[in-house]
């Protein structure tokens, strides 16, 4: 699928997404992982640091795990199949798709949200103090 740069480069939050992409991600919303509530239980309301985030968020051609508007950032929640190189490279070039936008992604594993969210928590703080 064909990226248009005007919809790229667009301030708009949802960056030009499609009908479709919105309705994915519903569905996305309404299947979690456990990893992803987890993690939405820790920013939603407001709760980190007063940012709002968002789940589930459509980018472009992009489901975004989480988002916050204010801070142009995005939290990406990656599973073991992001393990693959296959997968890597697909990664490496949905996150260049998504900073060429002007946004930030920071990525956790699975494994990290579930074993050490407190540190996860302080490394989204850094980042949010960084960018504010």
Known sequence: MAMDKKSLQSDSMWKGASPLIFSNAKKLRENQTQAEEKLWLAVKNNQLEGYKFRRQHPLSIY??????????????????????????????????????????????TNEEIMLKLPEVIDKIKAFIKMLS
């Open 63 to 108: 489901i975004a795990d989480f988002y916050c508007h204010a801070l142009k950032l995005v939290v990406e929640i990656d599973g073991g199949y992001h393990l693959t190189e296959e997968q890597q490279l697909l990664d490496e070039k949905r996150t260049s798709d998504i900073e060429f936008q002007g946004l930030k992604v920071i990525r956790f």
